[in-house]
């Protein structure tokens, strides 16, 4: 049982560039979610999905794209990187969004955009 | 006024010491009351988390919630060093939201 798997660990990009962090979960969790974390602002929810095929926005949804067509699977998308999405950013899962209180987060991409 | 106010630190304690972590939140809707810790350069991990006001205690490690002042704590007896992280308090209310408070650095020094 690998728990939440994040890929890359580290990714440098160019502004302009667009790219994937990728999400896996083993639990069968139905609630997975994308956070960012930066110094100073704690973390904060981009999207979200309750279920495969349904998805919404967080409080910083702005430059990024979600889908989730399996239950195991919830990419992150970067249309155009900028500066400003330098951070490192965390996936999370539980079994369901009411259950959101014992969420697991995975290890972290750490996105440096030049 | 910010939803959850958690002081950054860093908080330096001796091993052995008790810790107390804190987290003041002006949200009375709130009713699940989380602590997570993070090792430098991982994913935070749930430590503990309660459901209304009280104590729960797990090892060496109590949360405490006040929900009259609005004010919740961890406190970690027998620091080791294996203690020093960052601690992240998180709330959330009936709509399945969780705000996060901006985290706390511990360290304990051998």
């Known amino acids: 049982n690998a728990g939440v798997t994040q890929t890359p660990k580290f990714q440098v990009l160019k502004t302009g560039q667009s790219m994937t962090l990728q999400c896996a979960q083993d639990?069968?969790?139905?609630?997975m979610s994308w956070y960012r974390q930066d110094p100073g602002m704690g973390l904060r929810l981009i999207h979200y999905s309750v279920g495969a095929g349904i998805t919404d926005q967080g409080e910083v949804p702005n430059g990024y794209n979600v889908s989730r067509s399996t239950t195991e699977d919830f990419p992150l998308r970067l249309l155009s990187a900028a500066p400003s999405q330098t951070s490192v950013y965390f996936c999370?899962?539980?079994?369901?969004?009411?259950?959101?209180?014992?969420?697991?987060f995975g290890p972290g991409t750490r996105l440096t955009v030049l | 006024q910010k939803e959850v106010e958690q002081d950054p630190g860093p908080l330096s304690v001796p091993e052995g010491a008790i810790v107390s972590l804190n987290c003041t939140y002006s949200n009375s809707a709130f009713q699940y009351f989380m602590w997570y810790r993070q090792y430098s350069r991982k994913g935070p991990e749930l430590l503990m988390y309660?459901?209304?006001?009280g104590n729960k205690e797990d090892g060496r490690f109590t949360a405490q919630v006040d929900k009259s002042s609005k004010y919740i704590s961890l406190f970690i007896r027998d620091s080791q060093p294996s203690d020093s992280a960052t601690y992240l308090c998180a709330m959330k209310g009936r709509d399945d939201k969780i705000i996060f408070g901006k985290g706390t650095r511990l360290h304990i020094l051998p």
């Open positions: 639990m069968n969790h139905e609630y």
């Open positions: 309660t459901y209304s006001s």
């Open positions: 999370a899962s539980s079994y369901s969004q009411t259950e959101i209180a014992t969420q697991y």
